[in-house]
């Protein structure tokens, strides 16, 4: 490595930091934390999350149609296996 990218690099280093330490002093304004506050809800969620078994069990027509195929090739694959 060559001094000069060296040096390069330093300078970039300290603006950074001299510019995160500037962004770091900033204060959000009263108004908008207060809209950020009020956003909020007021109590925690109820846990919606249920087990995989309890879900809802939805099968699309494309689902049913490769589902279907796969058996069809699995039945015919296990059937030439048993033939031989």
Same mark, same amino acid.
């Given at each position: 490595? /060559?001094?000069? =990218?060296?040096?390069?690099?330093?300078?970039?280093? /300290?603006?950074?930091?001299? =510019?995160? *330490?500037?962004?770091?002093?900033?204060?959000?304004?009263?108004?908008?934390? *207060?809209?950020?506050?009020?956003?909020?809800?007021?109590?925690?969620?109820?846990?919606?999350?249920?087990?995989?078994? /309890?879900?809802?069990?939805?099968?699309?027509?494309?689902?049913?149609?490769?589902?279907?195929?796969?058996?069809v090739a699995?039945?015919?694959?296990?059937?030439?296996?048993?033939? /031989?």
């Amino acid at each position: 490595m /060559r001094k000069s =990218e060296s040096s390069k690099d330093v300078e970039f280093w /300290r603006g950074l930091d001299a =510019e995160m *330490a500037r962004v770091r002093r900033l204060r959000t304004p009263q108004h908008v934390e *207060a809209q950020i506050m009020a956003a909020l809800p007021t109590h925690a969620p109820a846990a919606t999350i249920s087990p995989w078994y /309890r879900r809802e069990f939805v099968v699309t027509p494309t689902t049913a149609l490769l589902v279907g195929a796969a058996l069809v090739a699995a039945a015919s694959i296990v059937t030439a296996l048993l033939v /031989r």
